[in-house]
Structures are given as C-alpha cells and as structure tokens.
C-alpha cells in the first residue's frame, strides 16, 4: 500500500480544471473527441465528458484505446489483459485528446499516437494526464495536466479510480 498523495476530494478538482482547460484551449466542444487509454485513461475520459456536458450542455464524443500491439517493447512485455479499442466515431479533421492517468517515459503515448493514425486524419492530437512523473524518454509533452509530480525512478505512482478501484485517488510507492 502507498501514501496517499491526493484524495478523492483533489482528484475531482483537477478534473474538473483540466475539463475547463481542455474546452478553453478548443474554444468550445464543436470538433472534440476524448479518447481514453486503458486502463484508467477510459475512466478518467468519461468523467471529464460529463463535466464537459454539465458545462456547456453538450455531448463530447468518447472512445476507449489499447495500445498494446502498438509498444515499442511488446517483446519484453507479454501482455494477457487486452482490453478492447472502441473508436466507433469518425475522427477525421477533430481535436482529438488522448487521455492517460500517468505521463513517465512517453511510449505509451507514442504508441497511442500510431494507432490514432489507423482511424483518421484528425486536425490536432492534444494530451491530457492526471500526473505527469517525469522521466521522459521520448520529446512528449502534455497539454493538460492534473499535478507534476516528480518522482525517482524507484517509485511508482498509482492512481486510484472509483469505477475500478473503488476510490479516488492518487499513491506514491
């Protein structure tokens, strides 16, 4: 178990920055798609749709993404848990913003990115985390970000959502 880092009651506030912040940047929902990465990125996509919705009465498009055959390392990562990639919208010409619970090296998001790539043509990829842990190995930056949390690199972040875990919340390990 870890030390809790932020509570349920923080968590909902950076969500609800960082949907203010996303329709901010994108002048409104016209031309938006939020795409959640599993596992927790989906989640977290659909919160910040609701709050999109309660803000400006309108419905946000979401899908869900699994990058796992798109890794860099699949070799050395034999993943069982697939979870299934749900982009049943048209992207094309979209302001899509991929959506992950923890920013580290960027290869996930690299990954993510190729994938997009085999639904569409949108106009702009933007990248949403909740916490961005430093470390990067690859020149990815996020558009928004829930806390910078700087971290060594013996140390795992978790985060903690309702719909999986039973709380919100983010840990240090």
Do not use: W
């Not at 803000?55 to 798109?70: C, G, H, N, R």
């Not at 702009?124 to 961005?132: G, M, T």
């Not at 990815?140 to 690199?153: A, C, R, V, Y």
Request: net charge negative.
């Amino acid at each position: 178990m870890g030390k809790l880092i932020i509570d349920s009651n923080s968590f909902s506030r950076m969500l609800k920055r960082i949907s203010h912040e996303i329709l901010e940047k994108n002048s409104g929902p016209e031309k938006l798609v939020l795409i959640g990465m599993h596992t927790r990125g989906v989640p977290i996509a659909k919160r910040i749709a609701d709050f999109i919705e309660d803000f400006e009465k309108l419905t946000v498009p979401i899908a869900q993404l699994d990058v796992s055959f798109y890794r860099d390392d699949i070799e050395t990562k034999i993943k069982t848990d697939i979870n299934p990639t749900v982009i049943d919208i048209d992207i094309n010409d979209c302001n899509v913003v991929l959506i992950d619970d923890v920013l580290y090296t960027g290869r996930s998001i690299r990954a993510a990115m190729d994938a997009l790539m085999d639904y569409g043509r949108p106009s702009s990829i933007q990248l949403s985390v909740l916490i961005d842990r430093g470390h990067r190995e690859l020149p990815i930056s996020p558009d928004f970000i829930g806390k910078n949390i700087p971290t060594s690199k013996d140390e795992k972040i978790k985060v903690l959502v309702e719909e999986i875990d039973g709380v919100d919340g983010v840990e240090i390990e």
